[in-house]
C-alpha cells in the first residue's frame, strides 16, 4: 500500500510538472488557480473539518496575504522571496488578533462575530484608496523575470503548494491535529482530558490564516494583482462550499472541492453564464446524495469494497 | 485529599451551594446525596473548576483549587466522568484513549511528530484492561452504548487521574479516590464508605453510613421510608 501510494504521488507530481509542456497559456493560469484555490480551502479545512472552528470569513486572510505581498513589491520595493513570506505573516498576524477576539465564543457566535471583524478589514481595504487602492485594488505588481511568465508562476504555485499541503498534512496527522479533532467532537471532555481548548483553536486559527496568506501569496504571483473581492465574505462562503463539496472530513476533500468548483466554472462559464445555476444543482444533490462530499463518499465507498474482499 | 470548605455559589440571588462541607481522604469513595437542587451538580461543578464559587475554598492535597480552569484542575490529578456517555464520537477507540494520554504527556502542542503509533503500548494496555482492545479500531460512534460508557472509564484512567467518580470495583483495582453522586439509596450504601447529605446548598451531615442512615435530620429531610 505504502509503495502504491508513493508510486501514484510520483506519477501525479510528474504529470503536474509536464503540464505547461502542452497545455496553453490559459489552461496553465487556470491550474495554478487550482492549484493555490485547493490550499486555500485546505488551510480552511484544518479550522472547521478538523477543529469544528466555524471560520465563516476565511478568506480575509487569503486577501491579507496577497495585498501584504503586493504591497511589499510595489511600495516596499522588496525581493520576492521577501514578499512573498510577509504576506502570510501578516495574515497569521491579524489571524492572530482576530482569534483572540472570537476563539471564546462557540459555533455560529463565533462564526457571526468573526464575519464582523472580517468585513471590518475589507472595509478598510475598500476605501484606503492612498494605500491599498481602494476598490481598484492593486494591479500589475511587477515580479522578478522567472515568475513573470505563466509557467514560471505555474512552477512557483506548484512547489509552493506542494511543500504547503505536505506541511499541512503533517499538522493534521500531529498530536495537535489529533488533539483538535478531539476538541472538535467534544470540547467538554477535551477539558476533562487535561486539554487547553481556548489554547489549542487559537493555535489552529493562526495556522490556517498563515496558510490561507500564503494562498493569497501564489495569486499575487499568478495574477499579479489584487482587489477588494477577493475578501469580500461571500468569497468565504464559496471557499466553505467548497470544503462542504469535496468533504471536510477527509484531508483531500477541500482540495477536490475546490478544483472541481474552479474548472466548474471556467468550463461551464464558457457556454452559459448561469453556471452559478448548475453549481447549485451539483451542490444540492452533493448534500443530499452524499452528505459527506465527493470524496468522503468515495473514501467510504473504497474503504467498505476492501473490507468486503476481506 | 479534597477539603470543600464552606463553600457558597450563588446564581442571580438563589444560592444553589451555600456553604457545603466536604472531604474525602485519599482512596475513599465518598457519596453525595440529596433530593433534587439540593446543589450537587452545581457543587461538582465548582470542584471540576467549571464554575467559580463566590466565598469558601476547594482544596485539592492542600493547595486551593480556586479559580483555575478545569484543564489544569485536571492536570492536577482530578478527573470526571460525566453524566451522560461523553466520547470523541468520530474518532476510533484507539484515538479517543490516544488523546487523553498525550494530554497528560503535554503532546498536545506538538505538530511535528506523527501521531500513529504514538504511546500505542499504554494505550493498548488501557483497552486490554477494560475489555475494548478487540474494536481499536472501530469508530466509536459505532459502539455499544454499554461499550461507550467503558471507552469514557477508559478515557478518564488515561489521565491517570486521583480522584474520579467511579464505582467500588475501580477503586480497589486502580487505587482511585472517589467523589459520586447517586440518587439509589441502595447503591450508595452498598458502594459509598461515607456520605455526604445535602439539602438547600448545604452539608447536613457528613458521615459513614450508618450514622448517615441513623440521622434524623436526614431521615426527615430525604430518606424516609428507604432506610
Known amino acids: 500500500m505504502k509503495k502504491r501510494t508513493f508510486v501514484a504521488v510520483s506519477v501525479a507530481l510528474l504529470l503536474l510538472c509536464a503540464l505547461p509542456l502542452f497545455l496553453p497559456r490559459f489552461y496553465v493560469y487556470v491550474a495554478s488557480i487550482v492549484l493555490l484555490t485547493g490550499l486555500l480551502a485546505t488551510s480552511l479545512n484544518l479550522a472547521i473539518g478538523y477543529g469544528g472552528i466555524y471560520q465563516f470569513h476565511h478568506t480575509v486572510f487569503y486577501g491579507v496575504g496577497a495585498y501584504g505581498t503586493a504591497l511589499m513589491l510595489t511600495r516596499a520595493g522588496a525581493p520576492a522571496p521577501v514578499a512573498m513570506i510577509a504576506?502570510?505573516?501578516?495574515?497569521?498576524?491579524?489571524?492572530?488578533?482576530?482569534?483572540?477576539?472570537?476563539?471564546?465564543?462557540?459555533?455560529?457566535?463565533?462564526?457571526?462575530?468573526?464575519?464582523?471583524l472580517g468585513s471590518l478589514v475589507w472595509v478598510v481595504v475598500y476605501r484606503w484608496y492612498s494605500f491599498t487602492g481602494g476598490d481598484d485594488g492593486i494591479h500589475g505588481v511587477p515580479l522578478p523575470d522567472p515568475l513573470a511568465s505563466a509557467a514560471g508562476a505555474y512552477y512557483c504555485t506548484l512547489a509552493v503548494t506542494v511543500l504547503c499541503l505536505f506541511a499541512l498534512r503533517r499538522i493534521a496527522g500531529s498530536p495537535f491535529g489529533k488533539t483538535l479533532q478531539g476538541v472538535r467532537d467534544n470540547p467538554v471532555r477535551s477539558e476533562a482530558i487535561g486539554v487547553?481548548?481556548?489554547?489549542?483553536?487559537?493555535?489552529?486559527?493562526?495556522?490556517?490564516?498563515?496558510?490561507?496568506?500564503?494562498?493569497?501569496?501564489?495569486?499575487?504571483?499568478?495574477?499579479?494583482?489584487?482587489?477588494?473581492?477577493?475578501m469580500f465574505w461571500t468569497y468565504s462562503l464559496e471557499v466553505l462550499i467548497m470544503c462542504l463539496l469535496g468533504g471536510m472530513y477527509t484531508f483531500w476533500g477541500p482540495f477536490v472541492g475546490s478544483s472541481t468548483l474552479v474548472l466548474l466554472r471556467v468550463f461551464v462559464s464558457v457556454y452559459t453564464q448561469y453556471w452559478?445555476?448548475?453549481?447549485?444543482?451539483?451542490l444540492s444533490l452533493v448534500i443530499i446524495f452524499l452528505p459527506d462530499g465527493l470524496l468522503g463518499f468515495l473514501v467510504r465507498r473504497f474503504r467498505g469494497r476492501e473490507a468486503d474482499g476481506a | 485529599m479534597l477539603r470543600v470548605e464552606s463553600v457558597v455559589k450563588s446564581f442571580g440571588g438563589f444560592k444553589a451551594v451555600n456553604g457545603a462541607n466536604l472531604h474525602v481522604g485519599k482512596g475513599e469513595i465518598v457519596a453525595v446525596i440529596g433530593p433534587n437542587g439540593a446543589g450537587k451538580t452545581t457543587l461538582f461543578h465548582l470542584i471540576t473548576g467549571h464554575l467559580a464559587p463566590d466565598s469558601g475554598r476547594i482544596l485539592f492535597k492542600g493547595r486551593d483549587l480556586g479559580g483555575l480552569p478545569p484543564h489544569l484542575i485536571c492536570r492536577k490529578g482530578i478527573t470526571r466522568s460525566f453524566q451522560v456517555v461523553n466520547i470523541f464520537p468520530q474518532l476510533t477507540v484507539f484515538e479517543n484513549v490516544q488523546i487523553a494520554?498525550?494530554?497528560?504527556?503535554?503532546?498536545?502542542?506538538?505538530?511535528?511528530?506523527?501521531?500513529?503509533?504514538?504511546?500505542?503500548?499504554e494505550v493498548d494496555r488501557i483497552l486490554r484492561n477494560v475489555g475494548l482492545h478487540g474494536r481499536r479500531d472501530v469508530r466509536s460512534d459505532l459502539l455499544s452504548h454499554g461499550d461507550q460508557k467503558v471507552l469514557e472509564i477508559a478515557v478518564a484512567l488515561s489521565g491517570?487521574?486521583?480522584?474520579?467518580?467511579?464505582?467500588?470495583?475501580?477503586?480497589?483495582?486502580f487505587g482511585l479516590t472517589i467523589l459520586f453522586c447517586e440518587h439509589d439509596m441502595g447503591l450508595v450504601f452498598e458502594i459509598a464508605q461515607r456520605v455526604m447529605v445535602m439539602v438547600r446548598g448545604g452539608t447536613v451531615v457528613q458521615g459513614s453510613c450508618d450514622e448517615v442512615r441513623a440521622n434524623r435530620e436526614?431521615?426527615?429531610?430525604?430518606?424516609?421510608?428507604?432506610?
Do not use: N, W
Request: net charge neutral; aromatic share 8%.
Open chain 1, 87 to 116: 504576506g502570510p505573516l501578516a495574515a497569521a498576524a491579524l489571524s492572530l488578533v482576530m482569534g483572540l477576539i472570537c476563539v471564546r465564543l462557540s459555533k455560529l457566535y463565533f462564526g457571526m462575530l468573526q464575519i464582523s
Open chain 1, 196 to 230: 487547553d481548548v481556548t489554547l489549542h483553536r487559537l493555535v489552529a486559527l493562526v495556522i490556517a490564516g498563515f496558510f490561507g496568506g500564503v494562498a493569497g501569496s501564489l495569486f499575487i504571483v499568478v495574477d499579479g494583482s489584487a482587489f477588494p473581492d477577493m
Open chain 1, 276 to 282: 452559478g445555476l448548475i453549481l447549485g444543482t451539483i
Open chain 2, 101 to 121: 494520554v498525550l494530554s497528560r504527556e503535554r503532546k498536545t502542542f506538538d505538530i511535528f511528530s506523527k501521531v500513529e503509533g504514538m504511546a500505542a503500548e
Open chain 2, 160 to 173: 491517570k487521574p486521583e480522584l474520579i467518580r467511579l464505582i467500588r470495583k475501580l477503586s480497589e483495582e
Open chain 2, 218 to 227: 436526614v431521615q426527615d429531610a430525604y430518606l424516609g421510608g428507604t432506610a
